[in-house]
């Protein structure tokens, strides 16, 4: 929505350690060094940081609108965290409550033909004006294919583990024999446990929750794809057939965590059966992967449920995610994409 304003650069934001990171921030300095070099050649002009309104239906209407607030203790020249990067400085820092589409932000930017590059930070306070939607969303989430050795990687593993044998052609092509003999879990810890607690189930409801999946499905294999630290991984062995992808520390200096990751997404991908986590990208990664190869909506929209108090029982029971269905492409893709 934002690609009728030409700015001169795309900057990527100087990360630091998140949550999704399992690798010692050592191994990862000379990755955001590089990701940095040239970020940190110009100074930002501009950067705008947002946030929700506080009451999103006042009046008892949701409307989509932008307000300039104030910064709080940020200040708004040159005193921006910047990600636990001092020597990365911002001329003005602006702070705007938004709610609407993308759309919103475009006055915001045209009025300023002279600024160069602009970082608009907590980006997904903003909502998708046609995300997964259409058959241009599609082609291009399809044409977008995990590095071969990534995918070999995976399919290594799908072997040796499970007896599967995907084959070894190029792309996202249909999956052999409704895909591999097991089921893949998604299961988000670290920040959603505090973030979304409520969906994020104790490590005894997972188990009860797979293991009826198991004797229901009669699947034995159950693949776990999580960022949970390892103490709560070897607690859910009590799950039957719990195997999961270990990197070597060779396989974390070639992969790093983010090829490791995909391992994980490409592996659950071709379950016969997965279940995510609530509303985590990683889950809805997945599922898009899924979709264009031609999985059912019953063996790909599922997530797990969080517990309720005081039951001890089954939990399978809760609100499960909202179906997305895939644009078929009937028309060529543009030259000019």
């Not at 191994?27 to 950067?47: A, G, I, S, Y």
């Not at 759309?103 to 602009?118: A, C, I, Q």
């Not at 409704?178 to 973030?195: E, K, M, N, S, T």
């Not at 607690?197 to 794809?225: K, T």
């Amino acid at each position: 929505s934002l690609s009728s304003i030409h700015l001169h650069h795309h900057l990527l934001p100087s990360l630091q350690h998140l949550h999704h990171f399992i690798t010692p921030p050592s191994h990862l300095h000379h990755l955001l060094h590089h990701l940095l070099h040239h970020l940190l050649l110009h100074h930002l002009p501009q950067l705008i940081h947002t946030r929700p309104f506080e009451d999103p239906f006042e009046g008892g209407h949701w409307v989509e609108k932008t307000q300039e607030v104030g910064c709080g203790n940020h200040g708004n020249e040159m005193g921006w965290d910047t990600w636990g990067h001092p020597e990365v400085r911002v001329r003005r820092v602006r702070c705007m409550a938004v709610q609407g589409r993308t759309d919103v932000m475009k006055l915001h930017l045209l009025n300023r033909p002279n600024v160069r590059s602009v970082l608009i930070t907590m980006f997904q306070n903003l909502l998708h004006t046609d995300y997964g939607s259409g058959a241009l969303y599609w082609a291009a989430r399809g044409s977008m294919v995990y590095a071969q050795h990534l995918r070999d990687a995976g399919n290594h593993f799908m072997m040796t583990s499970f007896g599967y044998d995907r084959g070894q052609g190029v792309g996202r092509e249909a999956p052999t024999s409704g895909g591999g003999p097991f089921i893949a879990v998604h299961l988000r810890r670290r920040d959603y446990l505090v973030a979304h607690g409520d969906v994020v189930p104790s490590l005894q409801g997972v188990a009860r929750q797979v293991n009826r999946m198991r004797s229901f499905l009669n699947i034995s294999h159950v693949f776990l794809a999580t960022d949970a630290p390892r103490s709560e991984k070897e607690l859910l062995q009590i799950i039957d057939g719990l195997v999961w992808f270990e990197p070597t520390l060779d396989d974390l200096q070639l992969y790093m965590d983010g090829g490791v990751a995909i391992i994980d997404q490409w592996i659950a991908a071709h379950s016969r059966h997965f279940v995510g986590t609530g509303d985590s990208t990683f889950s809805f990664r997945i599922r898009e992967d899924r979709q264009l190869m031609g999985f059912s909506r019953e063996s790909t929209f599922n997530s797990l449920c969080g517990d309720k108090p005081g039951e001890e029982g089954d939990i399978i029971n809760c609100e499960q995610p909202t179906y997305w269905p895939m644009v078929e492409v009937t028309t060529p893709p543009r030259e000019d994409l």
